[in-house]
């Protein structure tokens, strides 16, 4: 049913994405100012918006024997790969590149995240940013695991790597209803690999903003606009995994994909704000001795409905 | 294959080739780890390309979270003030260039000496479907043992490598509760 549009979807997919995290970053400035008692208004809303212009405008700052070229690389490769994992993402009945491998190539995608962050953390040869990218490095283990189990427990179900595919066999019922635990380690996965709210340590304030610390100009602007980036994606990737892609009634299935998107979305970003930052080391254990257990049980029921079909 | 997937074959060989030299001549431990995993992820979109996108895109996975990984420890490990110095990857340079060069010319004849079989019928249209039963089913058994030893090694390594065992967390008796631990809290206490 999903299907590989055509060359313009190119230009089309990212154009959704950024437009998708203007929303995100609007929504999280309305409730940034309920917090703080200022009005919400459309001002506010577009407030974070006005550091774009102002960063390109910033004067890059310069540091003393820097790794110029694996600082950039870092910093390029965390919106570039947030970009590339939304080429297997449908929208409606259309994406980009109907991979028959999609959620690993998502899978792998994220993970170069992973490399950009500690590279970004890295480049500039200053403590307190290097410290960042290794406490990133440290957790990733621990979030990419437990994640890599809720994929692999949609694909179990579908019988398939291929995203359509996974849309296609949830026909009957959504994964989400009979997949509760991996839907929920998927979203905390996601959501950790943003490195935003609670899980954001690599830019924590007591190591005066981490990886982000020493970036200024457009090299702050890509990495922030890539937290954002993934946090889209991520939330656009559930949407086939677990939310039955664009099925639904009356409603044609591009706007169904773009309303559960916005709603996963939404949550996200509400429940990000709300939870106060998770030290790395109660994370990593709770990742380890709660969430991997349960993924893998989780990933057990598909595995037994599938072999017993 | 058509003429585009020969051009992306060999240009991805020769990027892979490229920062694999790059390995041995860069003098940062962070260069010199990235140069290895854009080789590798050459490597990974050579197999793809040649019509095993599964082994291809999971080659790519597996080697950025590895060589992530292992920048982590090759600085740590360093015999220079931890890697953060320029450094040199080339040691015994004659012994390991008589070593490499035998080894390189070896496998090139071995390429144009081994008698290949020709293809017979035509490929299937969903390699990764046999690669699955390729291991999981006739490879079942070696897979499972190499699970347990894998899993084995790892639970080895880290009760080898960790300082404190059962007894500094739970007393001589082992009947301490809560567990003495440097940080307090966690899951189930």
């Keep these: ?309 | 294959m058509d003429t585009l997937e020969s051009a992306l074959l060999a240009a991805l060989g020769v990027v892979a080739l490229v920062t694999a030299v790059l390995v041995f001549t860069c003098d940062s431990m962070a260069r010199v780890t990235f140069a290895l995993l854009a080789s590798l992820c050459c490597v990974g979109g050579v197999v793809a390309v040649l019509g095993l996108p599964y082994l291809g895109v999971v080659t790519v996975l597996m080697m950025v979270m590895e060589m992530v990984v292992m920048a982590v420890f090759m600085i740590a490990y360093m015999m220079n003030p931890a890697g953060l110095m320029p450094m040199s990857m080339l040691h015994n340079k004659r012994g390991s260039l008589a070593v490499s060069g035998a080894v390189f010319a070896t496998l090139v004849a071995a390429v144009f000496l081994t008698p290949w079989p020709a293809q017979v019928g035509e490929p299937p249209p969903d390699t990764t479907f046999q690669v699955g039963k390729a291991l999981m089913g006739e490879q079942m058994l070696t897979m499972v043992v190499l699970g347990f030893v894998l899993l084995a090694t790892m639970v080895g390594a880290t009760v080898l490598a960790t300082r404190r065992g059962r007894y500094d967390r739970f007393g001589d008796d082992l009947d301490l509760r809560p567990a003495r631990d440097p940080v307090r809290g966690g899951v189930g206490r």
């Design chain 1, 1 to 309: 049913m999903v299907e590989a549009a055509g060359w313009w979807s190119l230009l089309v997919a990212p154009a959704l994405l950024l437009a998708g995290a203007v929303l995100a970053v609007a929504g999280d400035a309305l409730l940034a100012a309920r917090d703080a008692g200022r009005p919400r208004s459309a001002v506010a809303a577009a407030r974070p918006l006005l550091e774009v212009p102002r960063l390109l405008a910033a004067q890059p700052r310069r540091m003393p024997a820097p790794d110029r070229l694996l600082w950039r690389l870092g910093v390029v490769t965390v919106p570039v790969s947030a970009v590339l994992s939304v080429l297997v993402i449908p929208f409606g009945h259309r994406t980009v590149a109907d991979l028959s491998v999609g959620v690993v190539w998502f899978n792998a995608m994220e993970v170069f995240t992973w490399a950009g962050l500690w590279l970004a953390g890295w480049g500039p040869n200053a403590v307190f940013s290097l410290v960042g990218g290794y406490r990133f490095v440290a957790q990733g283990l621990a979030y990419e695991l437990p994640l890599m189990f809720a994929l692999i427990t949609a694909a179990t179900g579908a019988e398939s790597l291929r995203v359509g595919d996974i849309v296609a066999a949830q026909q009957g019922l959504w994964f989400a209803v009979w997949m509760p635990v991996a839907f929920v380690v998927y979203l905390a996965g996601v959501s950790a690999l943003c490195f935003l709210g609670p899980f954001g340590y690599p830019v924590g304030r007591d190591i005066a903003s981490g990886v982000l610390g020493e970036t200024t100009g457009a090299d702050r602007l890509l990495l922030r606009a890539g937290r954002w980036l993934w946090l889209v994606s991520g939330a656009a990737m559930a949407v086939p995994l677990f939310l039955g892609g664009g099925a639904g009634p009356w409603l044609p299935a591009w706007a169904w994909s773009s309303l559960k998107t916005l709603l996963v979305l939404a949550v996200l970003v509400w429940v990000l704000r709300r939870l106060p930052v998770l030290r790395a080391d109660r994370y990593v254990e709770f990742a380890w001795v709660v969430l991997i257990p349960l993924a893998i049980v989780q990933a057990l029921v598909p595995a037994l409905v599938v072999l017993n079909r």
